[in-house]
């Protein structure tokens, strides 16, 4: 087999030209010199019941024999080397409109998720070059349906399938959100639409009012978020047991989503939610989850594999180790998987991401949430950099600037920059005196600003938690947000893909072990004192830089 893939890649490699549709144009021309061998093409015609599929056969045919013949170079291809060359060489990719095609190893995973079996029925939601439906059903008599909008894409699947001596007739084009899926009665089902598509208000109202309307979902669903269209549209109108989706993390986080998985959840339809790690998509670094739904689930596995896969110079790869390590971890409890009731769930709001509940509790009997212990939570204000260069003084000024590169290991610089003026409208991002600060953004930064002389702005990148003195101590609730435990509860917290960001309502949320006045006082202490051996340790250092750098100056 990797002869015959060598020989094809260096095929490709002598026909490849500058058209924008040319692995298009070769897998066409591979397919035509593959069936040549065995008819001529107007018998491939009458074998292909498809009137789209045929005129592009004709199309191509008419124009471009000296392609196909050199593709004749490759000798008869078996069903495996034929998803191996889809894999690895003829990515569909035009520019104006890409087709990205799941990772092998994504649906190896999702085989085993779906846990397909001779006579499923398996539906794949906009599915592209039929590359997943192939691999779902190699060595399995299973019935194919596929929905797909991009007509070359469809192509190409229709054309890979019949190679594989798969019945295409249930694969059809068109747009996947306003097809009638019912029509298949698939029971197993696999959607890995376009992540965060926002579709227009015409095609949203229509398929709200002719696929969700009437249903308790029919007020949920975010305006134009194909994300929840998709889902709802799998599990309301299909024969399903079950349905493994490709989300990104926004609508497993946010808080417009909430209501949503509130009531997926209520109905028993999430069965597992398996985060993996980034870079193992082709076509986005991003990591993404798979939401596993089935039917009458009265709770929910987490599973964290977003450190397993073996990385190479472009992606990330699941093994099989990895994939039966998952596996084992949705069946058996351990340390990558928690499994959670309906009530834990809705004291997150609902959240879907393992490391909301894989993240070990306190160890500490009494815990109180931030909130409890802090006057206020304010966030810094938003100026542009050009805004910021306009009131910037070179000379002192009553006022200063507070930034997210202002502080670094705790400790904030002595000499901020200064400002001509603050205005009045700012006024309420005026830090108090004697309160922390935390940064917006993971890593997060965690410092105090103790009692000032001079009025300073704090950036929109920063909060600044004014501390109740009579519920906690300063310097130890400091002390504790600094350390390991601290960090890993705001980690607990933090959203997003590519920047994490904690938001002030999930930052009220943090936990604070509660100790005696004795013990805050006591931690309060030694951490001051470690700042204070910190803050002289680091003028050492910057002064022995300073120093090997004049060093050629001493005669």
Same mark, same amino acid.
Request: hydrophobic fraction near 40%; glycine fraction near 4%.
């Given at each position: 087999?990797e002869n015959?893939?060598n020989?094809?890649?260096?095929?490709?490699?002598?026909?490849?030209?500058?058209?924008?549709?040319e692995?298009?144009?070769?897998?066409?021309?591979?397919?035509?010199?593959?069936?040549?061998?065995?008819m001529g093409?107007?018998?491939?015609?009458?074998?292909?019941e498809?009137?789209?599929?045929?005129?592009?056969?004709k199309?191509?045919y008419?124009?471009n024999?000296n392609?196909?013949?050199?593709f004749k170079?490759i000798s008869i291809?078996?069903?495996?080397?034929?998803?191996e060359?889809v894999e690895q060489?003829l990515?569909?990719?035009n520019?104006?409109?890409?087709?990205?095609?799941?990772?092998?190893s994504?649906?190896?995973?999702?085989?085993? *998720? !779906? %846990?397909?079996? /001779? &006579? =499923?029925?398996?539906?794949? +939601?906009?599915?592209?070059?039929?590359? @997943?439906l192939?691999?779902l059903s190699?060595e399995k008599?299973?019935?194919?349906?596929?929905?797909?909008?991009n007509?070359q894409a469809?192509?190409h699947?229709?054309? *890979? !399938? %019949?190679?594989? /001596? &798969? =019945?295409t007739?249930?694969? +059809?084009?068109?747009?996947?959100?306003? @097809?009638?899926i019912?029509v298949?009665g698939?029971?197993?089902v696999?959607?890995n639409?376009?992540?965060?598509?926002?579709v227009?208000?015409?095609?949203y109202d229509e398929? !709200?009012?002719k696929?969700?309307?009437g249903?308790a979902?029919?007020?949920l669903?975010?305006?134009?978020d194909?994300?929840?269209l998709?889902?709802l549209?799998?599990?309301?109108?299909?024969n399903?047991?079950?349905v493994?989706?490709v989300?990104?993390?926004?609508?497993m986080?946010?808080n417009?989503?909430?209501?949503?998985?509130?009531q997926?959840?209520?109905?028993?339809?999430i069965e597992a939610v398996i985060d993996?790690p980034?870079?193992?998509?082709?076509?986005?670094g991003?990591p993404?989850s798979?939401?596993?739904?089935?039917?009458?689930n009265?709770?929910?596995?987490?599973v964290d594999?977003?450190k397993m896969g073996?990385?190479?110079?472009?992606?990330?790869?699941?093994k099989?180790d990895?994939?039966?390590?998952?596996i084992?971890?949705?069946e058996v409890?351990?340390?990558?998987?928690?499994?959670?009731?309906?009530?834990?769930?809705?004291?997150?709001?609902f959240i879907?991401s393992?490391?909301r509940y894989l993240?070990?509790d306190l160890p500490?009997e009494?815990?109180?949430?931030?909130?409890?212990?802090?006057k206020?939570?304010n966030?810094?204000?938003m100026i542009?950099?050009?805004?910021?260069?306009?009131?910037?003084s070179?000379?002192p000024?009553?006022?200063?600037?507070?930034?997210?590169n202002?502080?670094?290991n705790?400790?904030v610089n002595k000499k901020?920059?200064?400002?001509?003026?603050?205005?009045?409208?700012?006024e309420?991002?005026?830090?108090k005196?004697?309160?922390?600060i935390?940064?917006?953004?993971?890593?997060?930064k965690?410092?105090?600003?103790?009692?000032?002389?001079?009025q300073i702005l704090?950036?929109?990148?920063?909060?600044?938690?004014?501390i109740?003195?009579?519920k906690?101590?300063t310097k130890?609730?400091?002390?504790?947000?600094?350390?390991?435990?601290?960090?890993?509860?705001?980690?607990?917290?933090e959203?997003?893909?590519?920047?994490?960001?904690?938001s002030?309502?999930?930052?009220?949320?943090?936990?604070?072990?509660?100790?005696?006045?004795?013990e805050?006082?006591?931690?309060?202490?030694?951490?001051d004192?470690?700042?204070?051996e910190?803050?002289?340790?680091?003028?050492?250092?910057?002064?022995?830089?300073?120093?090997?750098?004049?060093i050629?100056?001493v005669?």
């Open positions: 087999m015959r893939i020989d094809l890649l260096r095929v490709v490699s002598e026909t490849r030209g500058d058209g924008k549709q692995p298009y144009s070769q897998f066409i021309a591979l397919y035509l010199s593959q069936k040549l061998r065995k093409f107007e018998e491939i015609l009458t074998n292909i498809d009137e789209k599929v045929k005129w592009a056969l199309d191509f008419e124009d024999s392609l196909i013949e050199k170079q291809l078996s069903e495996k080397e034929w998803l060359i060489t990515i569909f990719d520019s104006e409109n890409t087709i990205q095609k799941t990772p092998i994504i649906i190896k995973l999702v085989d085993r *998720l !779906l %846990d397909i079996h /001779n &006579k =499923d029925s398996v539906l794949d +939601i906009c599915s592209g070059l039929g590359f @997943t192939a691999q190699m008599d299973v019935a194919l349906m596929g929905v797909e909008i007509p469809y192509i699947s229709k054309l *890979l !399938l %019949d190679m594989l /001596n &798969k =019945d007739s249930n694969i +059809i084009l068109g747009n996947a959100l306003k @097809t009638d019912s298949f698939a029971n197993k696999f959607i639409g376009p992540l965060g598509l926002r227009s208000k015409d095609i398929v !709200l009012n696929k969700i309307s249903t979902y029919e007020e669903i975010p305006n134009y194909s994300t929840w998709f889902v549209d799998a599990v309301l109108h299909s399903f047991e079950k493994v989706v989300m990104n993390e926004a609508p986080v946010n417009r989503d909430a209501l949503i998985r509130k997926l959840l209520k109905d028993g339809l993996l980034g870079g193992l998509l082709d076509y986005s991003i993404v798979l939401l596993v739904l089935s039917k009458n009265s709770s929910v596995s987490f594999a977003t073996t990385k190479t110079r472009h992606k990330t790869v699941l099989d990895d994939i039966k390590e998952i084992k971890a949705i409890i351990g340390p990558l998987s928690k499994t959670c009731k309906f009530e834990v769930i809705e004291n997150e709001d879907l393992s490391k993240i070990p500490y009494n815990t109180v949430q931030l909130k409890d212990v802090v206020t939570i966030r810094g204000a542009s950099n050009n805004n910021l260069k306009e009131i910037e070179e000379t000024t009553p006022y200063q600037y507070l930034a997210l202002s502080f670094t705790g400790i901020l920059p200064f400002i001509k003026k603050i205005d009045p409208s700012l309420k991002h005026v830090i005196n004697d309160s922390l935390i940064s917006k953004m993971s890593p997060f965690v410092a105090s600003i103790e009692q000032k002389e001079k704090v950036n929109g990148n920063l909060y600044f938690l004014e109740d003195e009579n906690i101590n130890y609730l400091e002390a504790y947000l600094q350390s390991e435990l601290g960090m890993r509860e705001l980690q607990k917290y959203k997003g893909t590519v920047m994490k960001t904690l002030i309502r999930d930052l009220e949320k943090i936990m604070i072990p509660v100790l005696t006045e004795e805050q006082n006591k931690i309060g202490k030694a951490y004192l470690l700042k204070r910190q803050k002289v340790t680091l003028e050492r250092i910057k002064r022995i830089e300073e120093e090997k750098n004049k050629m100056e005669r």
